[in-house]
T-cell receptor, first 115, second 111 residues
């Protein structure tokens, strides 16, 4: 079956512009995560969606970052007024989300470069 | 802290040798997971070990968990060039949905 997909795969933008990243989770997965990964580092949690519950936004680094998810489908991560320190790979993962933490299935990521 | 600790940061071995990576964490956990990341296949789940388990095997992979020392190890036996990747451990550390990720071990298998 289809895995997690993300678009675009690469995004180059100018400082100060807004960007929108998209994630299509695996069908039926109720949990969806966004992470940021800087070069040579581990994953930094950004936001978590579970079904129709209020999302956990505790990992968002500033109010320039926001994310939405419609039901249990597509999610978008928006970064407003991008800064050079926002340059990173943004990874999306989905999970069945039942009974505790399960295996997470990752998309290929969006590599964001802010000039 | 957002991240656990893994060592070594980098490991280079000859094909056919065994590779061992370690992960330490800070608080109590329900489970610990290991993932592999390479440019070809992205980030992929390898194995999950629960807090009441001490050892788990999957093919050439062997994971151990010592909750008294708050540490885990990943052993890859008979390494292959395709094992070249970064390996990450992730723990739930008392959360029911959030994983805490280590910084990873970069493994290079030399032919």
């Amino acid at each position: 079956g289809a895995g997690v997909s993300q678009s675009p795969s690469n995004k180059v933008t100018e400082k100060g512009k807004d960007v929108e990243l998209r994630c299509d989770p695996i069908s039926g997965h109720t949990a969806l995560y966004w992470y940021r990964q800087r070069l040579g580092q581990g994953l930094e949690f950004l936001i978590y969606f579970q079904g129709n519950s209020a999302p956990d936004k505790s990992g968002l680094p500033s109010d320039r970052f926001s994310a939405e998810r419609t039901g249990e489908s597509v999610s978008t991560l928006t970064i407003q007024r991008t800064q050079q320190e926002d340059s990173a790979v943004y990874l999306c993962a989905s999970s069945p989300g039942t009974g505790g933490i399960n295996e997470q299935f990752f998309g290929p990521g969006t590599r964001l470069t802010v000039l | 802290s957002q991240q656990g600790e893994e060592d070594p940061q980098a490991l280079s071995i000859q094909e056919g040798e065994n590779a061992t990576m370690n992960c330490s964490y800070k608080t109590s956990i329900n489970n610990l997971q290991w993932y592999r990341q390479n440019s070809g296949r992205g980030l992929v789940h390898l194995i999950l070990i629960r807090s009441n388990e001490r050892e788990k095997h999957s093919g050439r992979l062997r994971v151990t968990l010592d909750t008294s020392k708050k540490s885990s190890s990943l052993l890859i036996t008979a390494s292959r060039a395709a094992d070249t990747a970064s390996y990450f451990c992730a723990t739930d550390e008392d959360s029911n949905y959030q994983l805490i990720w280590g910084a990873g071990t970069k493994l290079i298998i030399k032919p």
